[in-house]
């Protein structure tokens, strides 16, 4: 970790576009969450369940809403975005590291290959025919860029990412470790006379990935080259970790993807879509813009625009909230139908006798 510059705390305000209730020449050494940060540390409190430790905090500082009422003893900050506020001023005492540019001995470049002299290419990593990288793109020890596949400049490529032939990634993008960017899609054809008897015949997956600007991409996640065409990511979405990205998905600006989640093939998302950890999404759907999936959801229907859905099948949200409530009680009706069933099958019986 590199070591952190002190700032004073007015400084930071005016950053932010704060207004400061407290000592501008407060000198802060760094940031941490309510509970851990002691003398000397700025965090932020923007969400009520937080109360307890903001009234219990020994932080210095803190960033706050605009409602938020003063506490003895610490500085406030007042802004519309306690959180942004912090991810903006985590950016002051944690710059983005800078690489020396240029060829590093050791790393693989093929002659016809087109990378700006202001990019880093480190020992160990790949850059084949026709492939070009942008300048200040770094790449890491392992990562491999396919014949004739474009990196953008500001983009990050980290240790043993592959993005293969053909496929674009934008400007300013993000590829953490090990995450393979155009690999083929899951497509095979059945054959039931294949030569050594029936056989899952491959479909040739001679599509691109395309990245748009500003994505940021998780380790060991996966974006599947499209059949024919593209698989897009639009432009500033996140995929975390281990998601699974089909052939011809289509992601919206701006997206939300969480771990575990996987979207299968054509299946298009819209802008501002949030899919929450292990959601499935079945393929040839549409989830509407700004639509939000709930964690553990299984997608088998279109989702229209801004709808809040959950459940496996998913249905909408307040649905499902009551369906989840009432499984609870499944156990206590089973029992009152059985007493209901045993008295009904009495009363027919002294019916019949009487």
């Not at 020994?58 to 003893?73: H, Y």
């Not at 200040?136 to 993005?163: H, K």
């Not at 080259?225 to 500033?236: K, M, N, P, Q, Y």
């Not at 054509?266 to 393929?283: K, R």
Request: with cysteine; aromatic share 4%; net charge negative.
């Amino acid at each position: 970790m590199h070591a952190i510059t002190p700032r004073r705390l007015g400084e930071l305000a005016t950053h932010v576009g704060g207004e400061l209730v407290g000592d501008a020449g407060l000198l802060i050494t760094g940031l941490n969450g309510l509970a851990e940060a002691g003398p000397g540390e700025l965090s932020f409190y923007g969400n009520p369940r937080y109360r307890k430790q903001f009234e219990a905090t020994r932080a210095s500082a803190v960033l706050v809403t605009q409602d938020a009422e003063p506490r003895e003893g610490v500085s406030l900050v007042r802004v519309a975005n306690p959180h942004l506020a912090f991810a903006k001023i985590s950016s002051l005492f944690h710059p983005r590291p800078s690489h020396a540019a240029g060829v590093r001995p050791g790393a693989h470049v093929h002659p016809e290959a087109r990378v700006h002299p202001e990019a880093t290419v480190m020992a160990g990593a790949t850059v084949e025919k026709d492939a070009t990288v942008g300048a200040r793109a770094v790449l890491f020890p392992g990562a491999y860029v396919g014949e004739g596949a474009a990196i953008g400049e500001d983009s990050l490529l980290y240790p043993n990412v592959t993005v293969r032939e053909h496929c674009q990634v934008g400007a300013r993008v993000i590829l953490h470790a090990s995450c393979v960017v155009g690999a083929d899609g899951f497509g095979f054809a059945f054959n039931p006379e294949g030569e050594n008897g029936p056989e899952h015949y491959k479909v040739p997956q001679s599509g691109i990935v395309r990245i748009e600007d500003d994505v940021e991409v998780g380790a060991c996640t996966t974006i599947d080259r499209a059949t024919i065409g593209e698989t897009v990511i639009g432009r500033g979405s996140k995929l975390d970790n281990l998601v699974q990205i089909a052939h011809n998905v289509k992601v919206g600006p701006l997206s939300l993807i969480c771990a575990q989640a996987g979207v299968s093939g054509s299946a298009e998302l819209g802008m501002g879509v949030v899919l929450a950890g292990q959601v499935g999404v079945v393929g040839h759907i549409r989830v509407g813009d700004m639509a939000k999936v709930g964690a553990q959801s299984g997608v088998a229907h279109d989702v229209e625009d801004g709808q809040v859905v959950s459940g496996s099948p998913a249905v909408p949200h307040r649905e499902w909230l009551r369906m989840s409530a009432a499984l609870g009680q499944i156990s206590d009706l089973l029992k009152e139908v059985r007493t209901l069933r045993r008295r009904v099958e009495s009363l027919e019986k002294k019916e019949k006798a009487g």
